[in-house]
């Protein structure tokens, strides 16, 4: 588990281990432990936000994103 900081806030995130697929996911947590958005990058074809019909703040996405490529 790792701590994400954007502007004055602090989010956890967590590589997902029950997950099915050739690739990595990436969850970001919200303040109550429930995962807010993940990002899916897979071995092959593109990278997935899933927001889970919620508003999530750009920079926040990007900023995980970086996270998700570096672990590609």
């Given at each position: 588990m790792g701590t994400l900081?954007?502007?004055?806030?602090?989010?956890e995130y967590q590589w997902a281990s029950d997950v099915e697929f050739d690739g990595i996911r990436l969850e970001?947590?919200?303040e109550n432990g429930e995962t807010l958005f993940d990002i899916s990058v897979p071995e092959l074809g593109?990278?997935?936000v899933n927001t889970f019909a919620r508003e999530v703040?750009?920079?926040?996405?990007?900023?995980?994103?970086a996270i998700a490529q570096?672990?590609?």
């Open positions: 900081a954007l502007n004055d806030s602090l989010f970001v947590l919200a593109p990278t997935m703040e750009a920079d926040l996405i990007v900023a995980a994103l570096q672990r590609k």
